[in-house]
């Protein structure tokens, strides 16, 4: 499969609790896109990455936040101290730099207990 | 007012129907226009994609871009049952490096064998 891929595809966790995902871009897509997506919403950009570089951060992706992108290819996704606000699906998307189209993955299911 | 508006529906219409959906936005610098079509719990499938004004057609589906509108459409000729989902419309405008997307709240679509 050359999609986009993403792990864990679910994830149940205990409020204060850290977790982090995994987003592993098509290989030839130079960005990378991280969205979350509440029930009845479309997916509200977090931030994203071209090559190892991060060049945008949303308002929505508080301190407790942090994405990282190492050797330009996979990227994670970690959140500190999880609330139960942060239950979402955790989209990851990638594109080719001289295109707009982005391609998502299946998303990480978030739940805060 | 959203950057995006689209009627969450719910839609219902009978197998075979032509399917409409529609979104408007308000800024006038987007020149990137999507639709895709997302299934439950699963990552947005890119369905659509078109460059400023004018119609795209592929196979059933044809996408509309009218700018001086601020008006974009999807139209789903021969529905099937397997159309049944949430379809998104999302935008963006260049703007150096910023590229990410502008989502509306996703229609839901209901075709009934």
């Known amino acids: 499969d050359t999609g986009v891929s993403q792990d864990p595809r679910h994830k149940i966790t205990k409020r204060g609790q850290n977790v982090t995902f995994r987003c592993d871009p098509i290989?030839?897509?130079?960005?990378l896109y991280w969205y979350r997506q509440t029930l009845g919403q479309g997916p509200e950009f977090l931030t994203y990455?071209?090559?190892?570089?991060?060049?945008?951060k949303s308002r929505l992706l508080s301190d407790r936040f942090s994405a990282e992108r190492p050797k330009g290819s996979f990227s994670t996704l970690e959140i500190q101290r999880t609330e139960q606000g942060d239950s979402a699906m955790y989209l990851c998307?990638?594109?080719?730099?001289?295109?707009?189209?982005?391609?998502f993955g299946p998303g990480t299911r978030l739940l805060v207990l | 007012q959203k950057e995006v508006e689209q009627d969450p529906g719910p839609l219902s219409v009978p197998e075979g129907a032509i399917v409409s959906l529609n979104c408007t936005y308000s800024?006038?610098?987007?020149?990137?226009f999507m639709w895709y079509r997302q299934y439950s719990r699963k990552g947005p499938e890119l369905l659509m994609y078109?460059?400023s004004s004018g119609n795209k057609e592929d196979g059933r589906f044809t996408a509309q871009v009218d700018k001086s509108s601020k008006y974009i459409s999807l139209f789903i000729r021969d529905s099937q049952p397997s159309d049944s989902a949430t379809y998104l419309c999302?935008?963006?405008?260049?703007?150096?490096?910023?590229?990410?997307?502008?989502w509306g709240l996703g229609t839901s679509l209901a075709v009934n064998p």
């Open positions: 800024n006038s610098a987007f020149q990137y």
């Open positions: 078109t460059y």
């Open positions: 999302a935008m963006s405008e260049y703007a150096g490096n910023n590229r990410k997307l502008i």
């Open positions: 990455f071209q090559n190892e570089a991060q060049l945008e």
């Open positions: 290989s030839e897509h130079n960005r």
């Open positions: 998307a990638s594109s080719f730099l001289a295109q707009e189209t982005q391609y």
